[in-house]
C-alpha cells in the first residue's frame, strides 16, 4: 500500500495549487475508504484540514472553507486538494490519509511542501 501526495510547491499569496494523492498497491482500491487531507507546519501538531467520505460527503475546517476543496476520483484511485486563495498561513507539508476502516488500520502518505509567500 502507498499514498503518493505531490503537487505542493512555492506559490505567492492569492495563488493556487491542487494537491493529489494517489493510491497504489496490491489490489489498494480508496473507493470504500474515508480520505483526508492533513497539513503540519513548522512547531505545529498535524492539524485535519479536509475529509471526502466514501459516498462523497466533504468536510473542511473552518480556516480553509471557501477556499478549498477535497475530492476524489475512485477510478484513478486517486483524493485531491485544490486550493485556492492560498495566504502565507497555508503554510505547511501536507499529508493523505486512508482512515481505517474494519480490520485496515489508518495508513499515511509521505508528504508534500506547500510554501506561501507574501
Known amino acids: 500500500v502507498q499514498l503518493q501526495a505531490s503537487g505542493g510547491g512555492l506559490v505567492q499569496a492569492g495563488g493556487s495549487l491542487r494537491l493529489s494523492c494517489a493510491a497504489s498497491g496490491s489490489a489498494f482500491s480508496i473507493s470504500r475508504y474515508s480520505m483526508g487531507w492533513y497539513r503540519q507546519a513548522p512547531g505545529n501538531q498535524r492539524e485535519w484540514v479536509a475529509t471526502?467520505?466514501?459516498?462523497?460527503?466533504?468536510n473542511h475546517v473552518d480556516s480553509v472553507k471557501g477556499r478549498f476543496t477535497i475530492s476524489r476520483d475512485n477510478a484513478k484511485n486517486t483524493v485531491y486538494l485544490q486550493m485556492n486563495s492560498l495566504e502565507p498561513e497555508d503554510t505547511a507539508v501536507y499529508y493523505c490519509?486512508?482512515?481505517?476502516?474494519?480490520?485496515?488500520?489508518?495508513?499515511w502518505g509521505q508528504g508534500t511542501q506547500v510554501t506561501v509567500s507574501s
Open positions: 471526502i467520505t466514501s459516498g462523497g460527503a466533504t
Open positions: 490519509r486512508r482512515y481505517a476502516l474494519g480490520r485496515d488500520a489508518d495508513y
